[in-house]
């Protein structure tokens, strides 16, 4: 969990559904896909995300080859390059002629009201 207060941008609490940390201002749990609020007085227009990135790919293991294991990392760099965030999303093992696909987002969700982040320091 962050240390940003409640209703600041990037404040973040807990999906009540899979416990993922998530952010305060989202309407629907991005991991889970379940609804966490209703904001008062929003419409379905409003919860509507800017998909900012999105990297699709796909590996197919080799017929030739027994078993290939995978690991799925994902990293968050600032301006300076250094990491703030990293984790193992998942792992797993692949037979031989099977295909995984891996697909990764960034979605982008505009602040309602004014209130900015100063220079640029958070993560
Ligand atoms: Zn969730």
């Known amino acids: 969990m962050s240390a940003i207060r409640p209703g600041n941008p990037g404040a973040t609490r807990a ?9 305060e201002s989202a309407s629907v749990c991005p991991a889970c896909r379940h609804h966490v609020k209703f ?20 590996i197919r293991q080799p017929a030739d080859v027994a078993a290939w294991e995978y690991s799925v ?3 968050i760099k600032n301006d300076r390059g250094e990491e703030i965030g990293r984790k193992l999303i998942g792992v797993g093992a692949m037979a031989p002629n099977e295909l995984r696909t891996f697909t990764l987002a960034v979605e982008i969700v505009p602040a309602k009201d004014k209130r900015a982040l100063k220079g640029g320091t958070r993560h």
């Open 15 to 23: 999906c009540p559904h899979c416990k993922e940390t998530i952010l």
């Open 39 to 58: 904001a008062e007085g929003a419409s379905v227009a409003d919860a509507a995300n800017i998909t900012a990135l999105r990297i699709e790919g796909s």
């Open 73 to 75: 990392v994902v990293s």
